[in-house]
Nanobody, 123 residues
């Protein structure tokens, strides 16, 4: 499966952005999808994940209650709605996928990756 992330940009603290991850190449409902981010000088970290059918979601503690992941399987797209953004949310955001037979909460098992989209939150 190929993934294409978009929707990044520059926003002030407290603002909102919605990222999109468009998939192609394989049956989209065969995959769980996650969002990750990497800030300069830091390791890549998990942000949010959603099951193949959209029923199950989970979040990193740092974004719980501010970010929401969703998917539209008819459009083969996953979204990340980011609200109440903070300067520490500044990073390159990546979407990733793994087969639906894999355990959703195992972060290390994502192995299809899209290119990143830059999110910058100014104070």
């Amino acid at each position: 499966v190929q993934l294409q992330a978009s929707g990044g940009g520059l926003v002030q603290a407290g603002g909102s952005l919605r990222l999109s991850c468009a998939a192609s190449g394989r049956t989209f409902t065969n995959y769980h999808v996650g969002w990750f981010r990497q800030a300069p000088g830091k390791e890549r970290e998990f942000v949010a994940g959603i099951s193949w059918n959209g029923i199950s979601t989970y979040y990193a503690d740092s974004v719980q209650g501010r970010f929401a992941i969703s998917r539209d399987n008819a459009k083969s797209t996953v979204y990340l709605q980011m609200n109440s953004l903070k300067p520490e949310d500044t990073a390159v955001y990546y979407c990733a996928a793994k087969e639906s037979y894999r355990i959703l909460e195992v972060i290390a098992s994502y192995h299809y990756w899209g290119q990143g989209t830059q999110v910058t939150v100014s104070s």
